[in-house]
């Protein structure tokens, strides 16, 4: 998804329709079980609400997500399905490899915020969101 060129262009009444997102929704949710040990082993109580506070909205992303049409903005790009969810895998293998809890909770508010941007609808904000979890990625 780095070059818009290779995108189609939405169209009026276009939408990205979240029940071909599975994935991304069921990456969401696996992240947020992938806590589950790190909170268990937390030395402290903040780590331990830490790590709570980003499983319930990992949750959340997840459920707004479920049976929602987004109306893509016509004359951006056309993000599809496949496009989201080709970004929340990469994302989750990338962070399945992060090794520090702290490191990989700023990897998991990148992806985060990547669905934030996605639930809005514009495919020119959802590409550049995408290049940006893309970089975060790297660096993790």
């Not at 809005?120 to 990625?137: M, N, V, W």
């Amino acid at each position: 998804m780095s070059d818009t060129t290779q995108l189609a262009t939405a169209n009026a009444g276009d939408t990205l329709d979240t029940a071909d997102m599975q994935a991304s929704i069921d990456t969401l949710l696996a992240l947020a079980d992938s806590l589950n040990e790190p909170k268990a082993k937390a030395a402290t109580v903040q780590e331990v609400q830490e790590l709570g506070r980003t499983q319930q909205e990992l949750g959340a992303m997840a459920q707004a997500l479920v049976n929602k049409q987004i109306a893509l903005l016509a004359g951006e790009a056309k993000i599809t399905a496949a496009h989201i969810d080709a970004a929340s895998r990469a994302a989750s293998d990338a962070i399945a490899k992060i090794a520090g809890v702290k490191k990989k909770l700023q990897t998991i508010g990148k992806v985060l915020d990547f669905f934030a941007v996605v639930l809005r609808g514009s495919g020119t904000k959802i590409l550049e969101a995408a290049i940006g979890l893309k970089g975060a990625l790297v660096g993790a």
